[in-house]
């Protein structure tokens, strides 16, 4: 990449950073094209998570009548249903699965990312250490919910992100009662008999109204180098 590419490159992602914000009405007459929801779909995919374990899913919302029950429970989804071109609740697997000694971890590190036995065993005591001492997750059994909630963040960041690039508005969603969703989703058949649990929503389409320009505190406040 030369320098003017690498240049140009930098600006177009601030641009989409400037682009981005809390889209709270979405226009119901415009769909995102499906390839271009697939690309954020593999972003998702693609985002890193801690030890590279993926606790999380991604439900793609579509049908009419789920959206709907989700509208009427959750109220920081009344403004975005059904406007919202697509929809995605973002789940965090849970206990069952993320703790040192599940089968999920045994299964992913064994036949997703291939270790070999004797490096698998010592990537496992690594993450054991990890949870009982590092950061003390096994003291309470939401702690590894929470740690597996704050994995699913980085991909909707980088959704969010990457659809602001292509010209996509977006919406984070937090505004709901976890158990009410939760219950939600059980009656649906969507968590796994709780292998999962709710962590955050997400609403993309194209915009009605044009947002406010960007206010941030100081670049200076924020930001601390520490030499």
Known sequence: MTMRDKEELKRE??????FRHATKQFDPD??????D??????IAHLSPSSFGLEPWRFLVI??????ERIKNTSWGATGKLPEASHFVVLLARTKQDTKYDSPYLRDHLQNVKKL???HMEKYLQRIEEFQKSDFNLL???RLLYEWASRQTYIALGNMMTAAAQIGIDSCPIEGFDIEKMNNLLQEEGLLNDGNFSIS???AFGYRVIEPNPKI???FEDVIKWIK
């Open 37 to 42: 929801f697939q690309f954020i779909l593999e």
């Open 13 to 18: 992602i601030i641009k989409a950073y400037h």
């Open 139 to 141: 003291d309470d059994e």
């Open 216 to 218: 941030r505190r100081p």
């Open 30 to 35: 415009k769909k995102i094209p499906e390839e």
């Open 200 to 202: 955050v929503m997400v």
């Open 62 to 67: 579509q049908n009419e009548k789920v959206r």
């Open 116 to 118: 070999p036995k004797d």
